[in-house]
């Protein structure tokens, strides 16, 4: 279905932009601490004659929509070994995305609205016009969703993990993407991941969902584009009045980037904050040699004049007692909550609501253009759930919910099937046994 060629890059201007899973500064962060990664140049085009022979018609909807279709972009993919190298697998994180631009949302709610109004109108192919007072249209294009792409995509995944292939090791058993789609709707997502599966039974492609998504499917992002008033203004009521307490009460927030000279110090804080959270909560973290390695790796390519993303450190304060941490990253496009923490201690003084209205203000002051609360439990909306909690903290700050498709495979060899199995089985005992254990 598409014609794909891939090269290697070895330099890129894209060092700083777009999702900070794919700029060279987090793979090579992460080729720290036992991956590797190679940076593509991926050019792909629809082959529309192979298309029209597979499905038995003359054009696709798209090709009669769009015409030829051709797409570059840039893409980072890491690999690593396990079991002392007897196998490895390979990972696209937030790549690659729908081979078409979907229909924008407000013209597909006026398309689809019951009370579709004489300011929009669909011809005879389900195109959408939108008309002045004149009656002239000035927008004239196709009704576009991810789910009108779905075989597409499938395909571009199958054909894409076919053309890496020879770019990995060997014994690499599997190739897994995050592609970087994502929904308002999470009925809309489960109903495009259950065409993804039925396309891929359909035409016997070799991808298969899996059942433990490696990024957060599900997440929140606020839109840092608005000024700070219409940023609190959208907040829940109570999320401003737990902020203005904690700053009456007098707790204090520090930031620090990896070059401070106790960083250290900070560091142990807050992994000492960590494993309070880890106990109450059941959850899992990182080494802490990996938290000081990413502030500090930050901070070094900034000193050396490099165009990477910003790693700091916040820490809430009162009274001498350290009561909350986060580590948050920023960049051109984006600022993310990466890991948090918070003592058993003063919780009474809301801490958390601080830290986080702290990080969102310096955020917007850098010039990334969301913060990325970076996960939610959609099951978290019901109130007997157990990340209810969560749930409500990040949301009600005002952001957007979105929900990604979560993690697809391409098995390469047949010994995945028991490297998959054992997946399921360590998120189970980690997710539902000791979780639900640590909980009582």
Known sequence: MFDIKL?????TSETNCGTFLQTPFWCEFKSRHGWNHLRFIVEYSLNSNQYEQKNDCTKSPEDLFFGDLHRVFEMEVLYRGFAKN???IAYIPLKPDLPFECTDEEILNKAFDDDFDDSFQKDDNDAVHSKTNSNVSVISQPIMTAETQAIEFAHLLSELAEQLKVFLPENTIVIRFDPDVNFSDIQERD?????????????????KKNTVDIQ???????????????????????WRYNIRLSEKKGVKIHKYDGSVLNLSEKVDIFY????????????????????LDLLKFSAQNISEGKDVPLVNLYIAEHENDEIGAIITLFSKDEAVYLYGASSNLKRNLMPNYLLQWTAIKDAKNYGSKIYD???????GKKQNHPMHGLYMFKTNFGGKIIHR???????????????SLAEKIRAFWFK?????????
Not at 7 to 11: A, I, V
């Open 7 to 11: 090269s290697l890059k070895e330099n």
């Open 272 to 291: 000492r904050l960590t494993q309070e959270t880890v106990l109450r909560d059941g959850n899992s973290c990182h080494s802490k040699e990996y938290y």
């Open 405 to 419: 498709t979560g993690s697809w495979n391409i098995p390469l060899k047949k010994i995945y099937f028991i490297f």
């Open 216 to 238: 957060p499917p599900d997440t929140t992002i606020l839109d840092l584009t608005q000024s700070e008033e219409e940023i609190l203004a959208n907040m829940h009521s109570k």
């Open 432 to 440: 539902k046994v000791i979780k639900k254990f640590k909980r009582r």
């Open 373 to 379: 609360f970076y996960g939610i439990s959609p099951e």
């Open 191 to 207: 109903t495009f991941n259950f065409g993804i599966k039925t396309i891929a039974f359909a035409d016997k492609l070799k991808l």
């Open 86 to 88: 007897l196998f490895s």
